[in-house]
């Protein structure tokens, strides 16, 4: 009887764990992230956001395309 109830209270608090980290993920609590004392800070993603959101005005420019398809053509020719 020793071994069910041992075996019971691995799989609670595996559940536990479980629901905790599931919890975590699906309100963006930042329980793992303060555990592991690596929360990150909004200013940080709304920095990389205004990056990326450069970068990709960059590469979708027509332009930008042109300017890449007029290098091949050049590099073939020369």
């Known amino acids: 009887m ?3 109830e041992l075996v019971v209270k ?3 608090l595996g559940g ?3 629901s905790m980290m599931w919890l975590d993920r699906r309100f963006d609590l930042g329980m793992n992230d303060w555990g592991c004392g690596m929360r ?13 959101e450069a970068l990709e005005a960059v590469v979708t420019d ?9 290098d ?4 073939r020719a020369g």
Do not use: G, K, N, W
Not at 40 to 52: E, H, I, K, W, Y
Not at 72 to 75: E, N
């Open 40 to 52: 990150r800070s909004t200013t940080d993603d709304q920095a990389l956001r205004a990056r990326l």
């Open 62 to 70: 027509r332009d930008y395309e042109l300017d890449r398809e007029f």
């Open 10 to 12: 691995f799989l609670l």
């Open 72 to 75: 091949v053509l050049r590099r």
């Open 16 to 18: 536990f764990i479980t």
């Open 2 to 4: 020793e071994h069910v």
